[in-house]
């Protein structure tokens, strides 16, 4: 399966193009074809990546049942979401296979500047299973898009929801959790303390209603840390 991964990529970013400049509200689902047959493909896989794939998206089972039926009309709204959640499902699946080819782990330091202090409660060797290395990209990937988010971020003092040292703080506590996590064993209150932050900022951010889209994806990496920590522990 991982050898089509690429060209499903590929389909994908076409079927998301195509819903860009898409006017009409309401769509049939065998209008997006390579996108069903995907679907279908993933859904009747026996890899354990893909046992549950409306968790993984973040989706409802109905929506995802529709495009591998090839059978539905969805809001255009709800196709494009599902175009843009599967396309980062698929290269989370393309970073997790790169990873495995690896004959060697990566050497790992602390960045210098984290200045990270927590109790330690537990470590643990990661398993290497294929739901925990699903779960450690999804986490990897939304802690690396908020922080790139969090350093592009031209927001007016009025409108920030975290103060500079609170910026500066959360931004090492997350820099800390994506060096970790690509080491063979983690530790549990660090990753506690990466979810609470998160957790904690999404919260200030819903206060100011502001970074809507911060908020979102957040709540998603609290929710794929709260699974790893979990699986690990």
Same mark, same amino acid.
């Given at each position: 399966m991982y050898e089509e991964l690429h060209e499903w990529l590929d389909q994908v970013e076409v079927a998301i193009s195509d819903l860009a400049s898409e006017k009409r509200p309401f769509l049939d689902v065998d209008e997006l074809p390579n996108v069903c047959s995907i679907v279908n493909d993933?859904?009747?896989?026996?890899?354990?990546?893909?046992?549950?794939?409306?968790?993984?998206?973040?989706?409802?089972?109905?929506?995802?049942?529709? %495009?591998?039926? %090839?059978?539905?009309?969805?809001? !255009?709204?709800?196709?494009?979401? %599902?175009?843009?959640?599967?396309?980062?499902? !698929?290269?989370?699946?393309?970073?997790?296979?790169?990873?495995?080819?690896?004959?060697?782990?990566?050497? %790992?330091?602390?960045?210098?500047?984290?200045?990270?202090s927590f109790p330690a409660i537990e470590w643990r060797n990661v398993p290497r299973t294929p739901d925990v290395k699903q779960q450690i990209a999804e986490v990897s990937r939304i802690l690396y898009d908020i922080i790139a988010g969090m350093k592009r971020s031209n927001n007016a003092p009025d409108d920030q929801y975290l103060t500079e040292i609170e910026r500066q703080q959360l931004i090492a506590i997350l820099t800390t959790a994506l060096v970790i996590l690509k080491a063979p064993v983690v530790e549990k209150a660090l990753l506690l303390k990466t979810r609470d932050a998160l957790q904690k900022a999404a919260v200030k951010a819903g206060e100011k209603q502001a970074e809507t889209a911060f908020g979102l994806l957040a709540g998603q990496g609290v929710s794929w840390l709260s699974d790893l920590i979990r699986s690990i522990f």
């Open positions: 993933l859904m009747n896989s026996s890899s354990a990546y893909y046992d549950d794939l409306p968790r993984l998206l973040h989706l409802p089972p109905a929506l995802i049942r529709k %495009f591998q039926k %090839f059978s539905g009309t969805v809001t !255009l709204q709800d196709a494009r979401v %599902f175009v843009d959640r599967l396309r980062s499902h !698929l290269k989370s699946m393309d970073q997790v296979h790169e990873e495995t080819l690896e004959e060697e782990e990566e050497p %790992f330091f602390l960045p210098v500047e984290a200045n990270i």
